[in-house]
């Protein structure tokens, strides 16, 4: 049980032992940058360097962080970031377009996540059309009906805020 204890703490250091020992902090630092991640994301390797008595160049960090998270904080990869789903780190508040990164990655994001619901409605009506054909009584069909005209309802709905959602996104990314 410790030693699945000790691989789970593992699992959650940013970076691997070997990693710490064989590392090229610019790398990492345009690395980190590029993903998205906040500026204190060297403290988190620091911390897990530390066991290992390997210390960041924390400089040569943030040299190459600078350049990933110019890179990262574009409008337009705040609209594909949304897109996927992805966590917004706030890494992009204090860059110069922050704003419009925020802006595109929200409604990105709006549309990422009605998309997901669509798909699970649809999951859920195919369930729900499969218990359909196996019902055995008139009133539980009748039930079944009932929960395929509601969750039609929500998909009409939830397609008309897509579609609205779509009509308001950027047009150029």
């Known amino acids: 049980m410790l030693a699945l204890a000790a691989l789970g703490l593992a699992g959650c250091a940013s970076l691997s032992e ?5 590392a090229d902090w610019q790398r990492y630092g345009l690395r980190d940058g590029r993903s998205g991640m906040p500026a204190d994301r060297v403290d988190e390797h ?23 998270i110019a890179q990262y904080c574009v409008p337009e990869n705040g609209w594909r970031v949304g897109l996927r789903g992805e966590f917004d780190r706030g890494a992009c508040d204090e860059r110069p377009d922050g704003d419009r990164f925020q ?9 990422h996540e009605l998309t997901q619901q669509l798909d699970r409605n649809y999951r859920e009506g195919q369930r729900l059309e499969r218990e359909l054909a196996n019902a055995k009584t008139d009133e539980e069909r009748k039930r079944l009906r009932a929960m395929l005209r509601e969750l039609d309802y929500a998909q009409r709905r939830l397609r008309s805020q897509y579609d609205l959602e779509m009509l308001q996104a950027p047009r150029r990314y």
Do not use: F, M, T
């Open 18 to 22: 070997s990693e710490c020992l064989k």
């Open 46 to 68: 620091a911390k897990a360097c530390g066991k290992v008595g390997v210390q960041p160049d924390a400089e040569r960090w943030r040299q190459g962080w600078e350049q990933g």
């Open 103 to 111: 802006r595109l990655y929200e409604a990105g994001r709006r549309i």
